[in-house]
């Protein structure tokens, strides 16, 4: 599977937004870029995901670069709750993806 | 929906005891899998299922065993706990390989 390469951390301020960066040049042309989060003491949880243009959902956006070696996921306004750590992921459409390997996430801080 | 649903939610294990840690899901998903959590760190992938009958190991098998009897189910047993095996497990399911992940809560196991 290809890597993925983020901060170990980043700090925000509530009620402004956050871009979470995420490298992933060796990805391949169906290579899906998926976004979990982790709230303290919970399980994992599905943010959001894009294959080549920018996507947007209830929770966050995802921007995608042009040639695809680097994505950021879009916090638009961060509240207390956004508190959590963040893995970008790949998956490969047709096959090799049967195991997902989460990497150690960027932990995101948000100031009151 | 119940969605993903692990028991039990503690528990505490003498070296060398085995156990088996429940897995249920209700979406009729194909893929599950099972990961384990350090203090600190990312998710380590244990083992994997691609549907019922089908299994397959993770990153870090050595200690567990899984089988896959119907789509619902997926246990993780431990046949001798280690003081090593203390840690956080989370059962996840998805309805193929480029779906999003749905977890459990976890199961907080001390092997003492």
């Known amino acids: 599977d290809a890597k993925t390469t983020q901060p170990n951390s980043m700090e925000s301020n509530e009620e402004e937004p956050v871009h979470l960066p995420c490298n992933h040049s060796?990805?391949?042309?169906?290579?899906?870029i998926h976004w979990y989060r982790q709230l303290p003491s919970q399980g994992p949880e599905y943010v959001i995901h894009?294959?080549?243009?920018?996507v947007n959902n209830r929770m966050a956006s995802l921007a995608i670069a042009e040639d695809r070696k680097s994505s950021t996921l879009i916090l638009h306004r961060a509240t207390l709750r956004d508190a959590a750590v963040y893995y970008c992921i790949l998956i490969r459409w047709g096959g090799g993806s049967e195991k997902l390997v989460f990497g150690k996430g960027t932990k995101l801080t948000v100031n009151p | 929906n119940a969605g993903v649903t692990q028991t039990p939610k503690f528990q505490v294990l003498k070296t060398g005891q085995s156990m088996t840690l429940q897995c249920a899901q209700d979406?009729?998903?194909?893929?599950m899998s099972w990961y384990r959590q350090d203090p600190g760190m990312g998710l380590r992938l244990i083992h994997y299922?691609?549907?019922?009958?089908?299994?397959d190991q993770g990153e870090v098998p050595n200690g567990y065993n899984v089988s896959r009897s119907t789509t619902e189910d997926f246990p993780l047993r431990l046949l001798s706990a280690a003081p090593s095996q203390t840690s956080v497990y989370f059962c996840?399911?998805?309805?193929?390989?480029?779906?999003?992940?749905?977890f459990g809560p976890g199961t907080r196991l001390t092997v003492t």
């Open positions: 060796t990805i391949s042309g169906t290579d899906y």
């Open positions: 979406m009729n998903h194909e893929y």
């Open positions: 299922s691609v549907g019922a009958g089908i299994t």
């Open positions: 996840a399911s998805r309805q193929g390989p480029t779906y999003e992940q749905y």
């Open positions: 894009g294959l080549t243009s920018n």
